[in-house]
């Protein structure tokens, strides 16, 4: 199975703060990475699709960026609804895997 | 806009089966991959497995032959029974869509999710 490992698992933050968050598979997986956010009793909801396409209706300031094994999503101007988790995950083979999550916090 | 309803019994006795479905509204059935994804409470999430219309399916192989998910085209519903669970089956399960165009390379990922439903494992 590949495995997800984000980093850090979390982190507080200011509004209006530059945030980046990075996940590395345990093999290449090319851009077939995708990212979202959960927020208390939520489903979790995609950012960004194909490692670096944003999801329509998602606010630019989120942005992802890698291939192979290199992933990051960076949010540029956190919002106050931005303090969530965030999760990476690979389609590139099965079992599709997930990371562990990113807890974004209010500092 | 497509939206995606999970139901069935919120409550499972251990050794038993594990039954949900996922009634999709605004969009055909027959036009995605659908999957069902379960996260344990205060956990991270688990892909449980996906399938086709068309009878393509693919599972988790940690469920050990436990999961079959089936779809009826008719109800516009996909459905998920997981047998034999115990308490480590107690989770939130979601249902999802697979956004993908079925073409070499071209890429698969969870566009819209139901807003999911707990289901807890206890005699």
Redesign the interface.
């Given at each position: 199975d590949i495995q997800m490992t984000q980093s850090p698992s979390s982190l507080s933050a200011s509004v209006g703060d530059r945030v980046t968050i990075s996940c590395r598979a345990s093999q290449s997986i090319s851009t077939y990475f995708s990212w979202f956010q959960q927020k208390p009793g939520k489903a979790p909801k995609l950012l960004i699709h194909s490692a670096s396409n944003l999801q329509s209706g998602v606010p630019s300031r989120f942005s992802g960026s890698g291939s192979g094994t290199d992933f990051a999503l960076t949010i540029s101007g956190l919002q106050p609804e931005d303090f969530a988790i965030y999760y990476c995950q690979q389609s590139y083979s099965t079992p599709w895997t997930f990371g562990q999550g990113t807890k974004v916090e209010i500092k | 806009q497509v939206q995606l309803q999970e139901s069935g019994p919120r409550l499972v006795k251990p050794s038993e089966t594990l039954a949900l479905t996922c009634t999709v509204s605004g969009d055909s059935i027959s036009d995605y991959y659908w999957s069902w994804i379960r996260q344990p409470p205060g956990e991270?999430?688990?892909?449980i497995g996906h399938m086709h219309y068309s009878g393509s399916s693919?599972y988790?192989?940690?469920l050990k032959n436990r999961v079959t998910i089936s779809v009826d085209t008719s109800k516009n519903q996909f459905s998920l029974k997981l047998s034999s669970v115990t308490a480590a089956d107690t989770a939130v399960y979601?249902c999802a869509r697979i956004?993908t165009r079925v073409c070499p390379g071209c890429?698969?990922?969870?566009?819209e999710?139901?807003?999911?439903a707990l289901v807890t494992v206890s005699s």
């Amino acid at each position: 199975d590949i495995q997800m490992t984000q980093s850090p698992s979390s982190l507080s933050a200011s509004v209006g703060d530059r945030v980046t968050i990075s996940c590395r598979a345990s093999q290449s997986i090319s851009t077939y990475f995708s990212w979202f956010q959960q927020k208390p009793g939520k489903a979790p909801k995609l950012l960004i699709h194909s490692a670096s396409n944003l999801q329509s209706g998602v606010p630019s300031r989120f942005s992802g960026s890698g291939s192979g094994t290199d992933f990051a999503l960076t949010i540029s101007g956190l919002q106050p609804e931005d303090f969530a988790i965030y999760y990476c995950q690979q389609s590139y083979s099965t079992p599709w895997t997930f990371g562990q999550g990113t807890k974004v916090e209010i500092k | 806009q497509v939206q995606l309803q999970e139901s069935g019994p919120r409550l499972v006795k251990p050794s038993e089966t594990l039954a949900l479905t996922c009634t999709v509204s605004g969009d055909s059935i027959s036009d995605y991959y659908w999957s069902w994804i379960r996260q344990p409470p205060g956990e991270g999430l688990e892909w449980i497995g996906h399938m086709h219309y068309s009878g393509s399916s693919n599972y988790n192989h940690s469920l050990k032959n436990r999961v079959t998910i089936s779809v009826d085209t008719s109800k516009n519903q996909f459905s998920l029974k997981l047998s034999s669970v115990t308490a480590a089956d107690t989770a939130v399960y979601y249902c999802a869509r697979i956004y993908t165009r079925v073409c070499p390379g071209c890429p698969y990922y969870f566009d819209e999710w139901g807003q999911g439903a707990l289901v807890t494992v206890s005699s």
